[in-house]
């Protein structure tokens, strides 16, 4: 838990409650809502899963076996029909369901809920003439373009498990992502744009394959994105358009188990090997659908929303593709950057759309802000009404940024904390009843426990610190993690027994019981609003033949949040080098990806060590942030310590 944090929290007395016109509107405007939900959650739960169309009702919402949770047991349901075909059946097929815009400013398309539905279908029939089944697993490896939430739908469509792997991915990743999952087709794109340029796709897929040690893949199916050469394996690899070009427009929706999986989506935990976090299909849509509906004030007749995350993590899979079908929703959904041609691409959507509700991270928003106003000043904001943020703390300063310069300091902000295993929003505002505090997500969301603890499991008075932990189940919990149930018994069940969530992060009440995030208390990083593990690149590093050894930091970074800082100590002969550490960072993007690379490698002769040998990545941390160090005499080699402090304050 950084200093700062604590320090703002100090300061932090200002509140904004939603303005009257807003909360006269709002879907919900009763604080009421907290109370009832807490006295019956599993009523309120069941309350909000009747937005769904289920082909057989549940027998019971909840089977709570610690630390297994099965909801609206005996319930079943199909997704793609609850995202699409009920839509058309209740006659809203012309509604536009995605707004699409390539990051060539001049591509656009603009996508209904019936020929979503078409091309779902079409799909659905070309994965089931490839022998994909219900319970196959489909790994999809594409950039921000509809046919991503097209192979995702057609997946749920016919029962199949998809992987979405983010396309920055390196293809070792992928390799990792094939394996761990035993996937038996792959999805993918020739190449994807990024800012004018073209990287290759298919090619990490072809090593990606390569490094697998599975063969199971029997089939790539090519999206023609940019016209990129690539090689397309004989009897294997087909094209996209070429399979759909005469595939049926009939594919009837399989029913679903509720606890049938939808998906498995890895993300990184303390260990080096990322965890397979995986989904099911009924409590998982009843709470990203009533938190997409609830959280923004969706009015799906009237709102233009839009997530600009990727689809290739969390966020975008449950507020791009999942919840926003459902709930019939009008998206937009942007293939690029920020800041391609030029910094206002954003605000220019915003204006040309006329987005209502736009969902973003705090490192975007540190980034707009450090471009500075004159880039939303050239455009109207004056349609949006509801802000959202994710994926990490908003600092103060950037929270007041966004609501005066963005939000025309009218339009509420909501900082919804969640996670991956979450599935769906778990401590946020709701726009019409809270009084929110620039850089807290506030309140549990109606039907969740959130509690902040000590490290006995007891309860923390106003005003104190701790963790956080999840105290009831939840319907959009992850379930397990893929092929590994002791991980997942251990990793979230075992700190404070099996029925209480460890979440992995600190949180602090304020005076007034509102939960302040405090970032994560394992190892694990978050840059740019995404989740790596120091363990991860400290592996990628010691791959490389020059490194005996590494150990990896998350540093506060104004920008993204946290950046890595590496410090590396040379096998035998090697000597540190700018040539040396420019290969490292490299190596590192290679193995894991871009998102992975270390801002700054620190070559040192030994790695501090406590007297027991366990490196002191505290120490390393304050170093790479120079801040005061405290009392490192004992460690075994206090010696390294300075020269890494000198060399750090030479950067
Ligand atoms: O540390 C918390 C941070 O992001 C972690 C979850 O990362 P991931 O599974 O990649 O999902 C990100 C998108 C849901 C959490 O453990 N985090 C997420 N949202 C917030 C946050 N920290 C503070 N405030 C938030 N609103």
């Known amino acids: ?84 075909d009920r839509h058309l059946e209740a006659g809203r097929g012309d509604r536009v369901a995605y707004y699409w815009e390539g990051e060539p400013a001049d591509e656009r398309r603009t996508i209904t809920y019936a020929e979503l539905h078409e091309e779902v279908c079409r799909f659905a029939n070309v994965l089931k003439a490839r022998g994909v089944g219900k319970g196959d697993r489909v790994a999809i490896y594409l950039p921000m373009i509809p046919e991503l939430p097209v192979a995702m739908l057609a997946c749920a469509r016919i029962g199949a498990i998809h992987s979405v792997v983010f396309a920055g991915f390196s293809s070792q990743a992928l390799a990792d992502r094939i394996d761990d999952a035993d996937a038996r087709l792959v999805i993918t794109a020739d190449g994807a744009n990024r800012r004018g340029n073209t ?17 199971r893949v029997s089939t790539v199916i090519v999206v023609n994105r940019t016209g990129t050469d690539v090689d397309m394996v004989d009897g294997r690899d087909v094209w996209w358009h070429d399979v759909m070009d005469g595939a049926s427009a009939d594919c009837p929706a399989e029913p679903m188990d509720a606890e049938d999986v939808l998906y498995i989506l890895y ?33 799906p007749e009237t709102d233009v929303y839009w997530c600009a995350a990727d689809i290739g993590w969390v966020t975008g899979h449950s507020y791009i593709v999942y919840a926003p079908l459902a709930n019939g929703a009008t998206s937009v959904m942007y293939e690029g950057t920020p800041d391609f041609p030029d910094k206002d691409r954003f605000w220019d ?74 599935g769906g929003h778990m401590i946020t505002p709701l726009p019409g009843i809270t009084h929110a505090r620039p850089g807290s997500a506030m309140t549990a969301f109606p039907g969740i426990d959130a509690r ?29 993690i893929w092929g590994d149930d002791q991980r997942y018994r251990d990793t979230y069940w075992s700190r404070f027994g099996p029925d209480t969530y460890f979440a992995g992060d600190g949180a602090k009440l304020d005076e007034d019981g509102n939960i302040w995030l405090l970032g994560r208390v394992d190892d694990v990083m978050n840059i740019s609003g995404h989740r790596l593990s120091t363990t991860e690149v400290e592996s990628a590093l010691v791959d490389h033949p020059s490194v005996a050894e590494a150990a990896v930091v998350g540093r506060a970074d104004d920008l993204t949040g946290q950046a890595i800082s590496a410090f590396v100590t040379l096998r035998g002969t090697h000597e540190p080098s700018e040539d040396l550490e420019a290969e490292l960072k490299a190596h590192v993007a290679e193995v894991i990806g871009k998102i992975a690379r270390p801002a700054e490698i620190y070559f040192t002769p030994d790695l501090p060590k406590t007297r027991s040998g366990k490196i002191m990545r505290r120490l390393l941390k304050q170093i790479s942030e120079g801040s005061d160090l405290g009392d490192a005499t004992t460690l075994a080699n206090p010696d390294i310590v300075n020269a890494l402090q000198q060399a750090a304050r030479g950067r």
């Open 199 to 215: 990287i290759g796709l298919k090619e990490a897929v072809d090593a990606g394959i390569e490094r697998a040690e599975s063969d």
């Open 1 to 84: 838990m950084s200093e700062s944090s604590l320090e703002n929290l100090y300061h932090e007395g200002r509140a904004f409650p939603p303005p009257d016109a807003f909360a006269a509107q709002a879907n919900v405007s009763d604080d009421g809502v907290y109370e009832q939900a807490a006295k019956d959650p599993e009523a309120w739960w069941a309350q909000q899963a009747e937005h769904l169309r289920w082909t057989t009702p549940w027998e019971q919402v909840l089977e709570w076996n610690p630390p297994h949770a099965k909801w609206f047991v005996g319930g079943q349901l199909n997704i793609a029909d609850n995202c699409l």
């Open 349 to 422: 959507i915003v204006d040309r759309y006329d987005v209502s509700i736009l969902y973003t991270a705090p490192t975007a928003i540190r980034a707009f802000m450090k471009w500075g106003t004159e880039y939303p000043e050239r455009h109207d904001l004056t349609s949006l009404r509801v802000l959202g943020t994710v994926g990490e703390p908003i600092n103060p300063e950037a929270w007041m940024w966004y609501h005066r310069h963005i939000g025309g300091e009218s339009a509420p902000i909501v900082d919804t904390w969640w996670q991956t295993e979450t």
């Open 267 to 299: 993300t990184s935990g303390t260990t080096g090997k990322p965890k397979g976090i995986v989904h099911t299909t009924g409590g998982y849509l009843t709470q990203t659908t009533a938190t997409h509906r609830l959280t923004f004030d969706l009015k």
């Open 452 to 480: 902040v603890v000590d490290i006995e499991g007891k309860e923390v008075g106003n005003g104190e610190g701790g963790y956080l932990v999840i105290a009831k189940p939840w319907p959009s919990m992850l379930r397990t």
